[in-house]
């Protein structure tokens, strides 16, 4: 059992920076690939990003490549999403989510433990 905790989110002007950070619990962190997904009321989930368990390999939905970047830090259990220039369209709730397996994925239903997310708001 893998438990996730995300923080880091919040109220952001346009063209503004935040991170966000999930924890995990337990001691085989790097056997999984971590994601990040976002949704907003009455939409489906959205892919954001993800990275594999040893953090060489990463992808990017379209809509944050070149935005975002994802990074993991294997010895605290954790991954990071670094949001920049973002944009009223990327106000959600973020949800980090852990796959067994070390190679990344978009599909969430790939995807068995969730965080509880965390509400990010850009303001135009």
């Known amino acids: 059992q893998v438990q996730l905790v995300e923080s880091g989110g919040g109220l952001v002007q346009h063209g503004g920076s935040l991170r966000l950070s999930c924890e995990a619990s337990?001691?085989?962190?790097?056997?999984?690939?971590m994601g990040w997904f976002r949704q907003v009321p009455g939409k489906e989930r959205e892919f954001a990003a993800a990275?594999?368990?040893?953090?060489?390999?990463?992808s990017y939905s379209s809509s944050v490549k070149g935005r975002f970047t994802i990074s993991r830090d294997n010895a605290k259990n954790t991954v990071y999403l670094q949001m920049n220039s973002l944009k009223p369209e990327d106000t959600a709730v973020y949800y980090c989510a852990a796959k067994i397996g070390i190679s990344d994925s978009s599909n969430d239903r790939m995807y068995i433990y969730w965080g509880q997310g965390t509400q990010v708001t850009v303001s135009s």
């Open positions: 990275i594999s368990g040893s953090g060489i390999t990463k």
């Open positions: 337990g001691r085989t962190f790097s056997s999984y690939a």
